[in-house]
């Protein structure tokens, strides 16, 4: 059974900071690409960061220079480092795991979300 489970999230004032960490079981985790995405209620989910198998790295233009993406193979954990956060980042953050992209609907899997809250 395949499980990605997240944590990290809270409540944080304006140009503070947040990682967020995600533990994947049941799957090869170094086989698979991992993103993080995030929803506002009444929004479509919005994908925020990723990174493949090698290590490469993308960005939302809204997250640039803010936040990074990392990978622990061993621990079969991804991170998603957040700095000067804004209250607009303000959303139910998710884990992604996907075996052959971001797009297709096979061997793609979801952690149950973690919210982020950036307020004073």
């Known amino acids: 059974q395949v499980q990605l489970v997240e944590s990290g999230g809270g409540l944080v004032q304006p140009e503070g900071s947040l990682r967020l960490s995600c533990v994947a079981s049941g799957i090869s985790f170094s086989s698979y690409g991992m993103a993080w995405y995030r929803q506002v209620p009444g929004k479509q989910r919005e994908l925020v960061a990723t990174i493949t198998r090698a290590g490469s790295t993308n960005y939302a233009d809204s997250v640039k220079g803010r936040f990074t993406i990392s990978r622990d193979n061993a621990k079969n954990t991804v991170y998603l480092q957040m700095n000067s956060l804004k209250p607009d980042d303000t959303a139910v953050y998710y884990c992604?795991?996907?075996?052959?992209?971001?797009?297709?609907?096979?061997?793609?899997?979801w952690g149950q979300g973690t919210q982020v809250t950036v307020s004073s």
């Open positions: 992604n795991a996907n075996l052959f992209g971001p797009s297709s609907s096979t061997a793609n899997y």
